[in-house]
């Protein structure tokens, strides 16, 4: 089946870090842009990051520069959300995102990151 699954979300206190990791299954994960979305309770859906299928190009949410960084490994069928200095704006529920031209992109069920003190 085709898929990804988020992994490493958590409670967190405020300047902390998580790990968020997308592992895909079920296609050519090499050839798809991969998205790090977040939406909490009451608020829209935001990018926070993303990446290119060739992995020179980022993108990253101006509330996030700085904090987060998102990389790919290939090799692992995987993409990961660094997140340091966490700070409580960040709880929200991230939610991995993979597109490839015309092609119906593939969603994630989410993880939970909440930054409390």
């Known amino acids: 089946q085709v898929q990804v699954v988020e992994s490493g979300g958590g409670s967190v206190q405020p300047g902390g870090s998580l790990r968020l990791s997308c592992a895909a299954s079920g296609f050519t994960f090499s050839r798809y842009a991969i998205r790090w979305y977040r939406q909490a309770p009451g608020k829209e859906r935001e990018l926070v990051a993303a990446?290119?299928?060739?992995?020179?190009?980022?993108i990253y949410a101006d509330s996030v520069k700085g904090r987060f960084t998102i990389s790919r490994d290939d090799a692992k069928n995987t993409v990961y959300l660094q997140m340091n200095s966490l700070k409580p704006e960040d709880t929200a529920k991230y939610y991995c995102y993979a597109r490839r031209d015309d092609v119906s992109p593939i969603w994630g069920r989410g993880t939970q990151v909440t930054v409390s003190s």
């Open positions: 990446v290119s299928s060739a992995g020179g190009v980022t």
